[in-house]
C-alpha cells in the first residue's frame, strides 16, 4: 500500500508560478510511475504529466507543455510539479498518482492504470 499526499496549492495570479509537492510513504514509489491530474469543477479529471522511472520517459499534456515540469527526488519519496506561467485555466485540484504496472511511458495519461491516488491539493489562479 502505497501512501500519497500532496501539498503546494495555493492562490497565485496569472502569470505565476507554484510547485506542488506529492510525499510517498513507501520508497518503492521510486520504481512507481508517478503522474499528475487535475479536476476543474464540472469537468472530468484530465492528465497533466507523468513521469516513469524505467528509460525515465516523461510526458506532459499539451495543454500544459513548455510551462509545467515534473521532478523526483527518490531519496526523499517525492515527486514535484513545477508550474510556470499559470493562467486561470489551470485552475483545479490537483491529484498525484502512482502507478506499479510496466507499460510504454506514453500510455500512462490513462487514469485507470493508477493504482493510488492523493487526496488533491487546490490551485487557484486568478485573472
Known amino acids: 500500500q502505497v501512501q500519497l499526499v500532496e501539498s503546494g496549492g495555493g492562490l497565485v495570479q496569472a502569470g505565476g508560478s507554484l510547485t506542488l509537492s506529492c510525499a510517498a510513504s513507501t520508497s518503492v514509489f521510486s520504481t512507481y510511475t508517478a503522474g499528475w491530474f487535475r479536476q476543474a469543477p464540472g469537468k472530468e479529471r484530465e492528465f497533466v504529466g507523468s513521469?516513469?522511472?524505467?528509460?525515465?520517459?516523461?510526458y506532459y499534456a499539451d495543454s500544459v507543455k513548455g510551462r509545467f515540469t515534473i521532478s523526483r527526488d527518490n531519496a526523499k519519496n517525492t515527486v514535484y510539479l513545477q508550474m510556470r506561467g499559470l493562467k486561470p485555466d489551470d485552475t483545479a485540484v490537483y491529484y498525484c498518482a502512482a502507478s506499479s504496472r510496466a507499460a510504454p511511458g506514453s500510455y500512462f495519461s490513462r487514469p485507470f492504470l493508477y493504482d493510488y491516488w492523493g487526496q488533491g491539493t487546490q490551485v487557484t489562479v486568478s485573472s
Open positions: 513521469y516513469t522511472p524505467i528509460g525515465g520517459s516523461i
